[in-house]
């Protein structure tokens, strides 16, 4: 993989309208960079790639790590090299894209990545708990997620921003994991508060995508439900 190349399998419209059976192996998303996001077959809690290995971070909060054989649906990926890194206080989610804007002003119809390390004074994380039946819409799966809250943790956040009129594709805006240092615990981000955490961040100007070809990504819809994905993924 090229530096700060995106690679991403499928489509966040495709989990959205309950496309996530099959994918790609483990052992291939590891190919695809050191660092992503996305989850597993049926949307059973919330992946996260960090160098070289991929992790489950499943509902109440508890981390597995993938087999090679394991199916991932939806993933997004890079080979992150920064090039800006500063140490950050975070007084919200919103200043992620605050310190974006400041690193790269005006980029907003770029993909950004970035890595976030160090210690977090409060965390708000999801899991989404899996279907309860084959092609159950994300949407309603995010109405039944697992939610925790953390105080004083160290860890790592990884972090992809889909430009907004790229709603659909992943999530537009902000999109973060998180996984702690023992990597025990971790999930997707709904809110964060740090002071003097290390923020390196890439912006990614070539974005390679691989779709399935199954019958369920074929039949699929895939149209974009903007509230939805802002209420499921925010
Ligand atoms: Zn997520």
Redo the contacts with the bound molecule.
């Keep these: 993989m090229e530096e700060n190349h995106i690679y991403q399998f499928s489509l966040l419209n495709a989990l959205m309208d309950g496309v996530s059976e099959h994918g790609i192996r483990a052992s291939q998303l590891s190919q695809k960079g050191n660092q992503g ?1 996305g989850t597993f077959s049926r949307m059973n809690g ?1 992946l996260l790639m960090l160098e070289g290995k991929i992790y489950q971070l499943q509902a109440e909060g508890s981390v597995r790590e993938a087999d090679e054989t394991d199916q991932i649906p939806f993933a997004v990926s890079t080979n992150f090299v920064p090039q800006k890194s500063e140490l950050v206080d975070m007084k919200g989610k919103e200043a992620v894209d605050e310190v974006l804007e400041r690193f790269y002003p005006g980029k907003k119809n770029l993909f950004v990545t970035y890595r976030v390390e160090g210690k977090f004074s409060y965390l708000n994380c999801r899991t989404v708990r899996g279907q309860e039946y084959p092609g159950q819409p994300l949407s309603e799966l995010g109405k039944k997620q697992s939610v925790e809250e953390y105080h004083d943790i160290s860890g790592t956040i990884i972090g992809f921003r889909t430009p907004k009129n790229w709603q659909g594709f992943g ?1 537009g805006g902000e ?1 973060l ?1 998180f996984i702690d240092e023992g990597r025990s615990r971790g999930g ?1 981000v709904l809110e964060v508060r740090a002071e003097g955490v290390k923020v390196g961040v890439a912006v990614c100007r070539s974005v390679h995508i691989e779709l399935p070809d199954d019958e369920d990504f074929n039949k699929a819809s895939l149209v974009t439900d903007d509230a939805g994905v802002k209420e499921v ?1 925010g």
Excluded: G, I, R, S
Aim: hydrophobic share 30%; aromatic share 0%; no cysteine.
């Design positions: 996001l919330e999530v999109h994991h997707h993924e």
